[in-house]
Protein backbone atom coordinates (compact mmCIF):
# COMPACT_ATOMS: atom_id res chain seq x y z
CA UNK A 1 0.00 0.00 0.00
CA UNK A 2 1.40 3.29 -0.80
CA UNK A 3 2.01 5.92 1.96
CA UNK A 4 -0.78 7.96 0.56
CA UNK A 5 -3.26 5.75 1.29
CA UNK A 6 -2.32 5.45 5.08
CA UNK A 7 -3.75 8.14 7.40
CA UNK A 8 -0.93 9.92 8.75
CA UNK A 9 -1.81 11.07 12.32
CA UNK A 10 0.21 13.61 14.26
CA UNK A 11 -0.08 13.33 17.94
CA UNK A 12 0.52 16.31 20.47
CA UNK A 13 0.98 16.43 24.19
CA UNK A 14 1.04 18.75 26.47
CA UNK A 15 4.97 18.30 27.81
CA UNK A 16 4.67 16.91 31.06
CA UNK A 17 4.47 13.17 31.86
CA UNK A 18 0.81 12.87 32.70
CA UNK A 19 0.21 13.92 29.65
CA UNK A 20 2.93 12.75 27.30
CA UNK A 21 1.97 9.09 28.35
CA UNK A 22 -1.69 8.85 27.73
CA UNK A 23 -1.21 10.54 23.89
CA UNK A 24 1.94 8.50 23.47
CA UNK A 25 -0.65 5.40 24.46
CA UNK A 26 -2.66 6.39 21.66
CA UNK A 27 0.03 6.77 19.12
CA UNK A 28 0.87 2.74 19.88
CA UNK A 29 -2.62 2.41 19.48
CA UNK A 30 -2.96 3.63 15.98
CA UNK A 31 0.04 2.07 14.61
CA UNK A 32 -1.46 -0.95 15.80
CA UNK A 33 -4.51 0.16 13.56
CA UNK A 34 -2.50 0.82 10.34
CA UNK A 35 -2.03 4.04 10.87
CA UNK A 36 1.35 5.91 10.76
CA UNK A 37 1.68 8.78 13.71
CA UNK A 38 3.68 10.69 14.90
CA UNK A 39 4.74 12.56 18.54
CA UNK A 40 5.20 15.76 18.03
CA UNK A 41 7.04 16.84 21.72
CA UNK A 42 8.50 19.85 23.01
CA UNK A 43 13.01 19.91 22.25
CA UNK A 44 13.23 19.49 25.93
CA UNK A 45 11.24 16.81 26.45
CA UNK A 46 11.86 14.85 23.19
CA UNK A 47 14.99 12.90 24.12
CA UNK A 48 12.65 10.94 26.78
CA UNK A 49 10.65 9.35 24.33
CA UNK A 50 11.85 5.60 22.97
CA UNK A 51 9.03 3.71 21.39
CA UNK A 52 9.05 1.60 17.75
CA UNK A 53 6.87 2.36 15.07
CA UNK A 54 5.84 5.95 16.12
CA UNK A 55 7.94 8.56 14.72
CA UNK A 56 9.29 11.72 17.18
CA UNK A 57 9.53 15.04 15.89
CA UNK A 58 10.90 17.99 18.04
CA UNK A 59 8.83 21.15 17.94
CA UNK A 60 9.65 24.30 20.66
CA UNK A 61 7.65 25.51 23.62
CA UNK A 62 9.69 28.78 23.94
CA UNK A 63 12.40 27.65 26.41
CA UNK A 64 14.02 24.40 24.80
CA UNK A 65 16.79 24.35 27.73
CA UNK A 66 14.49 23.99 30.50
CA UNK A 67 10.66 23.84 29.22
CA UNK A 68 8.01 24.76 31.81
CA UNK A 69 10.79 25.13 34.90
CA UNK A 70 12.46 28.25 32.84
CA UNK A 71 9.30 30.23 32.45
CA UNK A 72 8.13 32.60 35.09
CA UNK A 73 4.30 31.17 35.66
CA UNK A 74 1.86 29.15 33.38
CA UNK A 75 0.48 32.09 31.73
CA UNK A 76 3.68 32.79 30.12
CA UNK A 77 4.62 29.59 29.23
CA UNK A 78 1.16 28.52 27.11
CA UNK A 79 2.13 32.21 25.53
CA UNK A 80 5.10 30.81 24.60
CA UNK A 81 3.90 27.98 23.55
CA UNK A 82 1.28 28.82 21.35
CA UNK A 83 3.94 31.11 19.66
CA UNK A 84 6.84 28.86 19.54
CA UNK A 85 4.83 25.69 19.04
CA UNK A 86 2.57 26.64 16.28
CA UNK A 87 5.33 27.65 13.59
CA UNK A 88 7.29 24.59 14.82
CA UNK A 89 4.08 22.38 14.77
CA UNK A 90 3.83 24.22 10.99
CA UNK A 91 6.90 22.98 10.56
CA UNK A 92 6.71 19.23 10.83
CA UNK A 93 3.24 19.15 8.63
CA UNK A 94 5.21 20.76 5.78
CA UNK A 95 7.91 18.91 6.09
CA UNK A 96 5.70 15.49 5.77
CA UNK A 97 3.51 17.32 3.13
CA UNK A 98 6.58 17.13 0.66
CA UNK A 99 6.86 12.89 1.71
CA UNK A 100 4.54 10.14 0.58
CA UNK A 101 3.12 10.35 3.84
CA UNK A 102 1.29 13.55 4.30
CA UNK A 103 -0.14 14.27 7.54
CA UNK A 104 -3.93 13.58 7.93
CA UNK A 105 -4.67 14.90 11.33
CA UNK A 106 -3.46 16.40 14.30
CA UNK A 107 -4.74 14.99 17.80
CA UNK A 108 -3.66 17.40 20.34
CA UNK A 109 -3.54 17.73 24.13
CA UNK A 110 -6.92 19.72 24.99
CA UNK A 111 -4.53 22.24 26.72
CA UNK A 112 -2.88 22.99 23.43
CA UNK A 113 -6.38 24.27 21.59
CA UNK A 114 -4.35 26.73 18.96
CA UNK A 115 -3.42 23.51 17.56
CA UNK A 116 -6.67 22.96 15.55
CA UNK A 117 -5.79 26.31 13.85
CA UNK A 118 -2.31 25.19 13.00
CA UNK A 119 -4.13 21.80 11.18
CA UNK A 120 -7.09 24.03 9.47
CA UNK A 121 -4.33 26.10 7.68
CA UNK A 122 -3.21 23.31 6.08
CA UNK A 123 -6.58 21.79 5.89
CA UNK A 124 -6.19 18.76 7.50
CA UNK A 125 -8.30 17.33 10.21
CA UNK A 126 -8.06 18.14 14.27
CA UNK A 127 -9.11 16.76 16.94
CA UNK A 128 -8.76 17.22 21.06
CA UNK A 129 -7.65 14.85 23.64
CA UNK A 130 -9.07 15.01 27.07
CA UNK A 131 -6.93 13.62 29.64
CA UNK A 132 -9.34 14.15 32.69
CA UNK A 133 -11.62 11.81 33.21
CA UNK A 134 -15.37 12.70 31.58
CA UNK A 135 -16.97 13.58 34.51
CA UNK A 136 -14.18 16.14 35.25
CA UNK A 137 -14.52 17.58 31.90
CA UNK A 138 -18.33 17.75 32.35
CA UNK A 139 -18.07 19.81 35.47
CA UNK A 140 -15.67 22.65 33.44
CA UNK A 141 -17.90 22.27 30.05
CA UNK A 142 -20.68 23.02 32.42
CA UNK A 143 -18.88 26.08 33.90
CA UNK A 144 -17.58 27.34 30.10
CA UNK A 145 -21.50 27.12 28.96
CA UNK A 146 -22.50 29.15 31.66
CA UNK A 147 -24.55 26.56 33.96
CA UNK A 148 -22.52 26.85 36.82
CA UNK A 149 -20.97 29.92 38.32
CA UNK A 150 -17.64 30.37 40.28
CA UNK A 151 -16.99 29.96 42.77
CA UNK A 152 -18.68 26.51 43.09
CA UNK A 153 -18.46 25.28 46.85
CA UNK A 154 -21.67 23.72 47.77
CA UNK A 155 -21.76 22.28 51.09
CA UNK A 156 -22.85 18.74 52.46
CA UNK A 157 -25.85 19.60 53.15
CA UNK A 158 -26.88 21.01 49.40
CA UNK A 159 -24.49 19.26 47.49
CA UNK A 160 -24.32 20.09 43.61
CA UNK A 161 -26.37 18.24 41.58
CA UNK A 162 -25.75 18.24 37.85
CA UNK A 163 -26.78 15.80 34.97
CA UNK A 164 -24.92 12.01 34.85
CA UNK A 165 -23.12 12.67 37.98
CA UNK A 166 -23.64 11.88 41.70
CA UNK A 167 -23.66 14.49 44.17
CA UNK A 168 -20.73 16.35 44.96
CA UNK A 169 -20.04 18.19 47.89
CA UNK A 170 -17.07 20.53 48.49
CA UNK A 171 -14.46 18.17 48.84
CA UNK A 172 -15.33 16.42 45.57
CA UNK A 173 -15.04 19.69 43.09
CA UNK A 174 -11.46 20.14 41.50
CA UNK A 175 -10.13 22.52 44.00
CA UNK A 176 -9.77 26.08 42.03
CA UNK A 177 -13.45 26.10 40.72
CA UNK A 178 -13.88 26.76 44.63
CA UNK A 179 -11.36 28.85 45.07
CA UNK A 180 -10.59 30.70 41.64
CA UNK A 181 -8.21 32.75 43.19
CA UNK A 182 -6.29 30.13 43.87
CA UNK A 183 -4.62 29.14 40.74
CA UNK A 184 -5.98 31.36 38.15
CA UNK A 185 -3.95 30.96 35.09
CA UNK A 186 -4.68 26.74 35.91
CA UNK A 187 -8.21 27.22 35.54
CA UNK A 188 -8.25 30.01 32.31
CA UNK A 189 -5.73 26.59 30.98
CA UNK A 190 -8.72 24.26 31.62
CA UNK A 191 -11.59 26.36 30.40
CA UNK A 192 -9.88 27.50 26.90
CA UNK A 193 -9.79 23.60 26.29
CA UNK A 194 -13.84 24.45 25.37
CA UNK A 195 -13.04 27.83 23.23
CA UNK A 196 -13.34 26.09 19.93
CA UNK A 197 -14.65 22.51 20.29
CA UNK A 198 -17.45 23.31 17.93
CA UNK A 199 -15.07 23.74 15.08
CA UNK A 200 -13.06 20.67 16.21
CA UNK A 201 -13.40 17.11 14.06
CA UNK A 202 -13.03 14.87 16.71
CA UNK A 203 -13.12 14.66 20.08
CA UNK A 204 -11.67 11.64 22.31
CA UNK A 205 -11.16 11.37 26.10
CA UNK A 206 -9.12 9.03 28.09
CA UNK A 207 -11.80 7.01 29.60
CA UNK A 208 -14.17 4.14 28.91
CA UNK A 209 -18.22 3.81 28.37
CA UNK A 210 -18.45 1.29 31.01
CA UNK A 211 -16.97 3.65 34.08
CA UNK A 212 -18.30 6.82 32.99
CA UNK A 213 -21.48 5.99 30.50
CA UNK A 214 -23.98 7.81 32.15
CA UNK A 215 -21.88 11.07 31.92
CA UNK A 216 -21.43 10.46 28.52
CA UNK A 217 -25.27 10.42 28.40
CA UNK A 218 -25.79 13.86 29.90
CA UNK A 219 -22.90 15.83 28.56
CA UNK A 220 -22.97 14.43 24.53
CA UNK A 221 -24.77 17.74 23.51
CA UNK A 222 -22.29 20.01 24.36
CA UNK A 223 -19.28 17.48 24.56
CA UNK A 224 -19.84 14.82 22.08
CA UNK A 225 -16.71 12.74 22.95
CA UNK A 226 -15.99 9.48 22.01
CA UNK A 227 -14.07 7.06 25.09
CA UNK A 228 -11.31 5.65 23.81
CA UNK A 229 -9.60 4.55 27.32
CA UNK A 230 -7.50 3.28 29.36
CA UNK A 231 -4.74 4.34 27.54
CA UNK A 232 -2.77 1.93 30.05
CA UNK A 233 0.15 -0.19 27.81
CA UNK A 234 -1.48 -3.29 26.00
CA UNK A 235 0.46 -6.07 27.94
CA UNK A 236 -1.34 -4.90 30.76
CA UNK A 237 -4.74 -5.19 29.82
CA UNK A 238 -5.78 -6.74 25.95
CA UNK A 239 -1.78 -7.42 25.07
CA UNK A 240 -2.43 -7.21 21.04
CA UNK A 241 0.42 -4.82 20.88
CA UNK A 242 3.71 -6.79 20.87
CA UNK A 243 6.35 -5.78 23.70
CA UNK A 244 3.86 -2.95 24.37
CA UNK A 245 4.92 -3.01 28.55
CA UNK A 246 5.53 0.62 28.98
CA UNK A 247 4.72 3.55 28.04
CA UNK A 248 7.74 4.42 26.34
CA UNK A 249 8.48 8.00 28.03
CA UNK A 250 10.19 9.05 31.42
CA UNK A 251 11.63 12.27 32.47
CA UNK A 252 13.54 10.61 35.15
CA UNK A 253 15.31 7.89 35.67
CA UNK A 254 13.31 4.91 36.80
CA UNK A 255 14.76 2.67 39.78
CA UNK A 256 12.62 -0.35 38.89
CA UNK A 257 15.40 -2.88 39.06
CA UNK A 258 16.05 -2.07 42.64
CA UNK A 259 12.32 -2.23 43.72
CA UNK A 260 11.74 -5.52 41.59
CA UNK A 261 14.44 -7.11 43.65
CA UNK A 262 13.38 -5.48 46.95
CA UNK A 263 10.33 -7.23 46.02
CA UNK A 264 11.18 -10.72 45.75
CA UNK A 265 10.24 -12.50 48.41
CA UNK A 266 7.54 -10.82 49.38
CA UNK A 267 3.97 -12.69 50.29
CA UNK A 268 1.34 -11.48 47.46
CA UNK A 269 -0.35 -8.35 48.29
CA UNK A 270 1.46 -7.64 51.48
CA UNK A 271 3.06 -4.43 50.22
CA UNK A 272 1.64 -1.23 49.91
CA UNK A 273 2.83 0.97 47.30
CA UNK A 274 2.70 4.92 47.69
CA UNK A 275 3.79 7.40 45.12
CA UNK A 276 1.81 10.64 44.60
CA UNK A 277 3.04 11.53 40.85
CA UNK A 278 5.12 13.65 39.22
CA UNK A 279 3.63 17.19 40.05
CA UNK A 280 2.32 17.11 43.42
CA UNK A 281 4.19 18.06 46.70
CA UNK A 282 3.48 16.99 50.19
CA UNK A 283 4.54 19.23 52.93
CA UNK A 284 6.58 18.50 55.71
CA UNK A 285 3.98 17.82 57.95
CA UNK A 286 1.74 15.31 55.64
CA UNK A 287 5.15 13.39 54.82
CA UNK A 288 5.80 12.68 58.70
CA UNK A 289 2.06 11.69 59.29
CA UNK A 290 2.53 9.73 56.56
CA UNK A 291 5.81 8.18 57.70
CA UNK A 292 4.18 7.34 61.17
CA UNK A 293 1.25 5.52 59.76
CA UNK A 294 3.60 3.34 57.98
CA UNK A 295 6.02 2.74 60.73
CA UNK A 296 2.96 2.12 62.72
CA UNK A 297 1.23 -0.80 60.57
CA UNK A 298 4.16 -2.74 60.67
CA UNK A 299 3.31 -3.18 56.71
CA UNK A 300 5.90 -3.97 54.37
CA UNK A 301 5.99 -0.54 51.91
CA UNK A 302 7.56 1.15 49.24
CA UNK A 303 7.45 4.36 48.88
CA UNK A 304 8.26 6.88 46.04
CA UNK A 305 9.87 10.44 47.04
CA UNK A 306 11.63 12.68 44.98
CA UNK A 307 14.60 13.14 45.78
CA UNK A 308 13.74 17.02 46.57
CA UNK A 309 11.42 15.60 49.07
CA UNK A 310 13.51 13.45 50.79
CA UNK A 311 14.96 16.28 53.43
CA UNK A 312 10.69 16.18 54.24
CA UNK A 313 11.45 12.84 55.98
CA UNK A 314 11.13 12.18 59.98
CA UNK A 315 14.69 12.03 61.14
CA UNK A 316 16.04 8.39 61.49
CA UNK A 317 12.64 7.07 59.57
CA UNK A 318 14.26 5.46 56.60
CA UNK A 319 17.17 3.88 59.21
CA UNK A 320 13.54 2.63 61.85
CA UNK A 321 12.13 1.18 58.96
CA UNK A 322 14.86 -0.50 57.09
CA UNK A 323 13.52 -4.04 56.25
CA UNK A 324 9.95 -2.99 57.01
CA UNK A 325 10.21 -0.38 53.80
CA UNK A 326 12.09 1.10 50.93
CA UNK A 327 12.23 4.49 49.93
CA UNK A 328 13.13 5.25 45.80
CA UNK A 329 13.29 8.73 43.87
CA UNK A 330 11.47 7.01 41.22
CA UNK A 331 10.01 4.01 39.47
CA UNK A 332 7.94 1.79 36.42
CA UNK A 333 4.97 2.46 38.63
CA UNK A 334 3.20 -0.05 35.97
CA UNK A 335 5.37 -2.60 36.71
CA UNK A 336 5.06 -2.13 40.39
CA UNK A 337 1.52 -1.86 40.28
CA UNK A 338 1.63 -5.55 38.33
CA UNK A 339 3.66 -7.11 41.18
CA UNK A 340 1.72 -9.95 42.72
CA UNK A 341 3.26 -8.64 46.05
CA UNK A 342 1.61 -5.18 45.88
CA UNK A 343 -1.40 -4.77 47.74
CA UNK A 344 -2.63 -1.43 47.85
CA UNK A 345 -1.49 1.80 46.31
CA UNK A 346 -1.74 4.89 47.85
CA UNK A 347 -2.40 7.83 45.25
CA UNK A 348 -2.72 11.66 45.04
CA UNK A 349 -5.34 10.26 42.54
CA UNK A 350 -4.05 11.71 38.97
CA UNK A 351 -6.18 10.53 36.41
CA UNK A 352 -3.51 8.28 35.02
CA UNK A 353 -2.76 6.89 38.38
CA UNK A 354 -6.24 6.21 38.62
CA UNK A 355 -6.56 4.34 35.49
CA UNK A 356 -3.39 2.12 36.20
CA UNK A 357 -4.74 0.87 39.19
CA UNK A 358 -8.48 0.29 38.08
CA UNK A 359 -6.73 -1.31 35.26
CA UNK A 360 -4.46 -3.36 37.38
CA UNK A 361 -7.05 -4.34 39.83
CA UNK A 362 -5.09 -2.77 42.72
CA UNK A 363 -7.01 -1.68 45.71
CA UNK A 364 -6.43 2.25 46.79
CA UNK A 365 -6.24 4.97 49.27
CA UNK A 366 -7.25 7.81 47.60
CA UNK A 367 -5.16 11.33 49.23
CA UNK A 368 -6.07 14.08 46.43
CA UNK A 369 -4.05 17.49 46.81
CA UNK A 370 -5.32 19.52 44.23
CA UNK A 371 -7.50 19.78 41.03
CA UNK A 372 -9.10 17.04 39.36
CA UNK A 373 -7.83 15.19 42.24
CA UNK A 374 -10.73 15.59 44.64
CA UNK A 375 -13.17 14.36 42.54
CA UNK A 376 -11.39 11.04 40.92
CA UNK A 377 -11.24 10.43 45.02
CA UNK A 378 -14.61 10.59 45.25
CA UNK A 379 -15.65 7.86 42.67
CA UNK A 380 -12.60 5.71 43.94
CA UNK A 381 -13.64 5.51 47.34
CA UNK A 382 -18.09 5.68 47.00
CA UNK A 383 -18.67 5.26 43.25
CA UNK A 384 -16.67 2.35 41.68
CA UNK A 385 -15.70 0.80 45.31
CA UNK A 386 -12.26 -0.08 44.93
CA UNK A 387 -10.44 2.00 47.55
CA UNK A 388 -10.81 3.99 50.96
CA UNK A 389 -10.38 8.04 51.54
CA UNK A 390 -9.00 8.92 55.01
CA UNK A 391 -10.80 12.07 56.17
CA UNK A 392 -8.36 14.89 55.92
CA UNK A 393 -8.37 17.31 59.61
CA UNK A 394 -9.03 21.33 59.98
CA UNK A 395 -5.62 22.02 58.43
CA UNK A 396 -6.06 19.76 55.77
CA UNK A 397 -3.39 17.15 56.72
CA UNK A 398 -4.21 13.46 56.76
CA UNK A 399 -3.24 12.25 60.45
CA UNK A 400 -1.32 9.08 61.31
CA UNK A 401 -4.13 7.36 62.41
CA UNK A 402 -6.35 8.36 59.98
CA UNK A 403 -4.48 6.62 57.41
CA UNK A 404 -3.61 3.85 59.73
CA UNK A 405 -7.37 2.98 59.72
CA UNK A 406 -7.40 3.06 55.96
CA UNK A 407 -4.24 0.36 55.41
CA UNK A 408 -6.23 -1.68 58.07
CA UNK A 409 -9.68 -1.51 55.96
CA UNK A 410 -7.73 -2.53 52.80
CA UNK A 411 -4.72 -4.66 53.67
CA UNK A 412 -6.38 -6.36 56.41
CA UNK A 413 -8.46 -9.24 55.68
CA UNK A 414 -12.20 -8.39 56.78
CA UNK A 415 -15.70 -7.51 54.66
CA UNK A 416 -14.56 -4.05 53.49
CA UNK A 417 -10.88 -5.47 52.33
CA UNK A 418 -13.17 -8.40 50.72
CA UNK A 419 -15.94 -5.86 49.47
CA UNK A 420 -12.71 -3.68 48.06
CA UNK A 421 -10.98 -6.55 46.37
CA UNK A 422 -13.96 -8.08 44.53
CA UNK A 423 -14.60 -4.54 42.86
CA UNK A 424 -10.97 -3.95 41.54
CA UNK A 425 -10.86 -7.51 40.28
CA UNK A 426 -14.39 -6.70 38.50
CA UNK A 427 -13.30 -3.06 37.02
CA UNK A 428 -9.80 -4.36 35.78
CA UNK A 429 -12.32 -7.08 33.53
CA UNK A 430 -14.32 -4.71 32.46
CA UNK A 431 -11.47 -2.30 31.36
CA UNK A 432 -9.47 -5.17 29.51
CA UNK A 433 -12.68 -5.74 27.92
CA UNK A 434 -12.93 -2.22 26.96
CA UNK A 435 -10.26 -2.16 24.53
CA UNK A 436 -10.49 -5.44 23.85
CA UNK A 437 -11.18 -6.71 20.32
CA UNK A 438 -14.52 -5.77 20.16
CA UNK A 439 -15.04 -3.39 23.04
CA UNK A 440 -16.38 -0.26 23.52
CA UNK A 441 -13.21 1.41 23.48
CA UNK A 442 -11.75 -0.20 20.74
CA UNK A 443 -14.73 0.26 18.90
CA UNK A 444 -14.83 3.72 18.89
CA UNK A 445 -10.52 3.53 17.91
CA UNK A 446 -11.52 1.39 15.20
CA UNK A 447 -14.13 4.00 13.66
CA UNK A 448 -11.98 7.18 13.85
CA UNK A 449 -9.29 4.73 12.06
CA UNK A 450 -11.33 3.29 9.47
CA UNK A 451 -12.95 7.58 8.62
CA UNK A 452 -9.66 8.59 8.31
CA UNK A 453 -8.62 5.69 6.30
CA UNK A 454 -11.30 6.36 3.87
CA UNK A 455 -10.59 10.17 3.36
CA UNK A 456 -7.11 8.96 2.90
CA UNK A 457 -8.35 6.37 0.22
CA UNK A 458 -10.79 8.96 -1.66
CA UNK A 459 -9.07 12.51 -0.49
CA UNK A 460 -12.62 13.65 -0.04
CA UNK A 461 -14.02 16.04 3.26
CA UNK A 462 -16.26 13.86 4.81
CA UNK A 463 -18.83 14.58 7.53
CA UNK A 464 -17.50 15.61 10.99
CA UNK A 465 -17.27 12.26 13.29
CA UNK A 466 -18.15 13.63 16.34
CA UNK A 467 -21.29 15.55 15.37
Not at 30 to 50: C, H, M, P, W
Not at 56 to 82: H, M, N, P, W
Not at 298 to 313: D, I, N, P, Q, T
Not at 379 to 386: A, H, N, P, T
Request: glycine share 8%.
Amino acid sequence: MEGKNIPHVVVLPYPSQGHINPLLQLAKRLVSKGVKATLATTRYTVESINVANVSVEAISDGFDAGGFTDARGEDVYLKAFKDSGSRTLSNVIEKYQKTSFPVTCVIYDSFLPWALDVARQYGIYGGAFFTNSATVCSIFCYLHHGKLSLPVNPSDDKPLLLPGLPPLNAKDLPSFIKKPESNPAYLRMKLSQYTNLDDTDFILCNTFQELEGEVEKAISNMWPAKFIGPMVPSAYLDDRIEGDKGYGASLWKPSSEECINWLQGKQQKSVVYISFGSMVSLTSKQMEEMAWALEASRLSFLWVVRESALGKLPERFIDSTRGQGLVVSWCNQLEMLDHPAIGCFVTHCGWNSTLEGLSLGVPMIAIPQWADQLTDAKFIEEIWGIGSRPKEDEFGIVRADELLLCLKDVMVEGRRSEEIRRNAKKWKQLAKEAVSEGGSSDKNIDEFVQYLKSVSRNGEHKEILCN
